[in-house]
C-alpha cells in the first residue's frame, strides 16, 4: 500500500473504497465517509467517529440554511 491509498482505506465488499463512493457526494459528505470508513482501523475510532460528526453537522447546517 502506498501513502496515497493506504490499508486502512482498503478491504471493503468487492474492492469498493471510500473515495469511490465520495466522489459522487458533497464534499462536507465526503469527509464523513472517509472518516466513518477509517474509525477503528486508523487510531482513535472515537476520534474518527468525532471527526465524521462534525462534517455531517455542518452539511446539516448548510442544508438548513440552504431551505430557510
Known amino acids: 500500500m502506498s501513502a496515497v491509498n493506504p490499508q486502512h482505506y482498503q478491504g471493503f465488499t468487492g474492492g469498493a473504497q471510500?473515495?469511490?463512493i465520495a466522489e459522487h457526494l458533497s464534499f462536507n459528505l465526503g469527509n464523513a465517509l472517509k472518516y466513518l470508513s477509517r474509525a477503528g482501523r486508523k487510531g482513535d475510532a472515537v476520534?474518527?467517529?468525532s471527526k465524521a460528526r462534525w462534517y455531517i453537522d455542518r452539511?446539516?447546517?448548510r442544508l438548513e440554511n440552504?431551505?430557510?
Open 18 to 20: 471510500p473515495v469511490d
Open 47 to 49: 476520534e474518527d467517529l
Open 59 to 61: 452539511e446539516l447546517s
Open 66 to 68: 440552504k431551505n430557510a
